[in-house]
């Protein structure tokens, strides 16, 4: 089991950054490959980034490359996703999300979710 909490959301202009935290406890963090997904209103959760287990690899989708960059700290059980030049698109609740295989649709860990808002 993986227990994940994330942190870190709230309310940004367009344009402006933010840094989301998720703290995973549980199993050896390093074991896991570690994501985000992102749930906007009346849309489905949608895949935003991934990173494997030694942080070497990472996987983003079109929408946010060159914006959002993943990163984990093994050490400290963390994952960060920094988000810059921050779009009104952007706005969703943000979940943390882990797996045992690298395949984000078989992530089977997930946290509860933070909201984040990018006002105009």
């Known amino acids: 089991q993986v227990q994940l909490v994330e942190s870190g959301g709230g309310l940004v202009q367009a344009g402006g950054s933010l840094r989301l935290s998720c703290a995973a406890s549980?199993?050896?963090?390093?074991?896991?490959?570690m994501g985000w997904f992102r749930q906007a209103p009346g849309k489905e959760r949608e895949f935003v980034v991934a990173?494997?287990?030694?942080?070497?690899?990472?996987n983003y989708a079109d929408s946010v490359k060159g914006r959002f960059t993943i990163s984990r700290d093994n050490a400290k059980n963390t994952v960060y996703l920094q988000m810059n030049s921050l779009e009104v698109e952007d706005t969703a609740v943000y979940y943390c999300?882990?797996?045992?295989?690298?395949?984000?649709?078989?992530?089977?860990?997930w946290g509860q979710g933070t909201q984040v808002t990018v006002s105009s």
């Open positions: 999300a882990a797996g045992l295989r690298p395949s984000p649709n078989e992530y089977e860990y």
């Open positions: 549980g199993r050896t963090f390093s074991s896991v490959w």
């Open positions: 990173i494997s287990r030694g942080g070497g690899t990472t």
